[in-house]
């Protein structure tokens, strides 16, 4: 409205210096054409519409003019508005002189901000109440309304619009309770078949291959179901569920086998592979980097290769899963920063000939 004002009086300004050089009679003849065009336009308009920049222009133009003259003035309003205008004009202005500035709440600081859309994201059950609530327990002193401000500028939605849980969010925090079991054939250089039955846990992506062999009997895969079990109970594992496929290998006898271990056996789908994804996945990561680029000659070689990729994916493969780290390896913190680029000295072991490759630090 200021721009339109300043642009209006500029206008009037230039209006006025082409009235300078006009005489009486000129101005005269333009007022009497300007009046009848007044009333030609008072013959068709019922109520003419003024902005507030409008009534601000008349109102200063004709607050010079005595109120007997306005009455005999040819005006769109009345002259009882335009002298309403001009007391609304001064009201507003000497409210704006003599009010008080109002006091405005400082900035939230950054990290305040960077904390509360934190505990939004990690949290879909939370509301600002609920924010505000976890705040003030660790002695962070901040309004409620100011929570509620910093999700609605950010774009979260009130929390009973977060609550939807996907599918991954739910298999995630389940994690460290999932195990799942797979058999897949490998075919050695000579054709025959071998079967090869591997685990994998869903909250480290730890691989065990427990074994491969030609013949996989209901008894073999029982005697490696104990193994595991064995092999759990060692590393203190949590797990409570174990995913399978409805393979007849898998009889009820390893079934009752991992129900005394308190294992609860899941079965997957009808053809539906996707209830196994992960050990499907890691399957097709083992042909891809193993199997497609190594000739199997027989059995023997077919459990060096597993034990040595089994090695190698869970002590040094990094994972996106993981954050890059391994199974059994976390990243490794730079003690002083990352290391510069002159310092590096990086160093190549090999596995089965070449097939596997590890990058390391040098000693």
């Known amino acids: ?6 642009y209006l009086a500029a206008t009037n300004a230039f209006a006025l210096l082409r009235l300078l050089p006009m005489g009486d009679r000129d101005k005269d003849i333009e007022i009497l054409a300007l009046r009848h065009q007044l ?32 009455r005999h003035l040819l005006l769109l309003v009345r002259p009882e508005t335009i002298l309403r205008w001009h007391r609304g004009l001064l009201t507003r202005s000497h409210a704006a002189t003599c009010a008080p ?34 705040l003030a327990a660790l002695g962070i002193q901040v309004a ?9 500028e950010h774009g979260i939605p009130p929390a009973p619009e977060r609550q939807s849980t996907t599918w991954a969010d739910f298999l995630r925090s389940q994690a460290d309770a999932l195990l ?11 054709g025959a078949r071998l079967y090869v039955f591997a685990v994998i846990e869903h909250t480290t992506r730890r691989i065990r291959v427990l074994g491969a062999t030609a013949h996989p009997t209901a008894q073999w895969i029982v005697q490696l179901g104990r193994n595991l079990l064995m092999d759990l109970e060692d590393a203190g594992s949590k797990a409570r569920f174990l995913i399978r496929d409805r393979d007849s290998k898998f009889t009820t006898a390893f079934d009752a086998l991992a129900a005394d271990a308190c294992l609860k056996v899941i079965t997957t789908g ?22 497609d680029r190594t000739l199997i000659w027989n059995q023997s070689h077919l459990l060096y290769a597993l034990r040595e990729f089994e090695t190698y994916y869970n002590e040094h493969r990094p994972h996106r899963t993981l954050k890059q780290a391994a199974p059994l390896r976390p990243l490794p913190q730079p003690v002083n920063g990352p290391p510069q680029l002159g310092d590096l000295e990086v160093r190549r072991r090999d596995r089965l000939g070449g097939t596997l490759r590890e990058y390391r630090h040098a000693a």
């Open 180 to 190: 799942a079991c797979d058999l897949f054939e490998v075919r050695t250089l000579a």
């Open 1 to 6: 409205m200021l721009l339109r004002m300043a």
């Open 270 to 291: 009808i053809q539906m592979p996707r209830m196994n994804s992960l050990m499907e996945r890691w399957i097709q990561t083992c042909r891809r980097e193993l199997l």
């Open 39 to 70: 009333l030609v336009l008072q013959r068709q308009v019922g109520k003419p519409t003024f902005t507030d920049t409008d009534r601000v222009i008349l109102a200063d133009l004709l607050r010079r003019l005595p109120r007997e003259k306005l």
């Open 101 to 134: 500035k109002r006091r405005r709440r400082p900035p939230t600081v950054r990290s305040i901000r960077a904390l509360v859309l934190r505990l939004a994201r990690e949290n879909s059950s939370w509301g600002y109440r609920r924010i505000h609530g976890e």
């Open 144 to 152: 409620a309304s100011t929570v509620w401000e910093i999700l609605k």
